[in-house]
Nanobody, 123 residues
């Protein structure tokens, strides 16, 4: 069983930066995939970025490429999402997710979820 706790959300002006953290309890094996999703009011949950724990191979949604960076710290069992050049359309609740075996970048592929952290970008 893995528990995920996100932190780092908040209010920021357009063009600003935030870093989200996701601390995982329990052992994270190299087969794990971890991801950040977001959900804005009235919209479906969408993947933002993912990382394969063992290979560090990453994936980014087109909407965040070049602005967001996902990374992980093996010693701290923590995944980060560095968000730069934030836009009002990035406003959403951001969720950390994990799966024991990486199998894609859709919500149904992940079976562990954090509680979410609000990111609000003002114009």
């Amino acid at each position: 069983q893995v528990q995920l706790v996100e932190s780092g959300g908040g209010l920021v002006q357009a063009g600003g930066s935030l870093t989200l953290s996701c601390a995982a309890s329990g052992r994270i094996f190299s087969s794990y995939g971890m991801a950040w999703f977001r959900q804005a009011p009235g919209k479906e949950r969408e993947v933002v970025a993912s990382i394969r724990w063992g290979t560090r191979r990453t994936y980014y949604a087109d909407s965040v490429k070049g602005r967001f960076t996902i990374s992980r710290d093996n010693a701290k069992n923590t995944v980060y999402l560095q968000m730069n050049s934030l836009k009002p359309e990035d406003t959403a609740v951001y969720y950390c997710a994990a799966s024991q075996y990486f199998s894609g970048n859709v919500a149904s592929a992940y079976n562990y979820w954090g509680q979410g952290t609000q990111v609000t970008v003002s114009s």
